[in-house]
């Protein structure tokens, strides 16, 4: 029996998984490199291209996955809160004793990760009053 050809829809279906598989790569290495210089730097002290550079992409392509900083950070802090309570604490711990000014920064703004980041430092409060 001869082998079966691909057919163009067969092709494309593969190359679209393929396209799927690397820009979740990419992004998956954007928000690990951009968690490891908050944590270490800071948030005012960390730049997109420097995250670019760590995670070995593009400018383009960290704008294009992430519009701007604040995008970025919200999303590696959401990140954190769906791997669990405790490393959730860790990062914003580690990123505000990095740059204490940027807590207001985060917790004004209205989205969902500031409500995150608040209710992490509210765990993290009640912690230290149980001691």
Do not use: W
Request: hydrophobic content about 40%; overall charge positive; some cysteine.
């Amino acid at each position: 029996m001869p082998a079966k050809k691909k057919t163009p829809n067969a092709r494309q279906s593969g190359l679209k998984k393929y396209r799927e598989r690397i820009s979740a790569e990419k992004r998956a290495d954007v928000l690990k490199a951009a968690r490891t210089l908050f944590a270490q730097q800071g948030f005012p002290n960390t730049g997109m291209a420097e995250i670019a550079r760590l995670a070995n992409v593009s400018s383009a392509t960290m704008y294009k996955k992430f519009p701007s900083k604040e995008d970025l950070m919200q999303t590696v802090i959401m990140e954190c809160e769906f791997e669990g309570a405790h490393v959730a604490d860790t990062f914003l711990l580690t990123t505000l004793l990095a740059n204490p000014s940027f807590a207001p920064r985060i917790l004004d703004a209205k989205t969902d990760a500031a409500h995150m980041a608040t209710r992490v430092l509210a765990r993290v409060r009640n912690k230290l009053e149980l001691g």
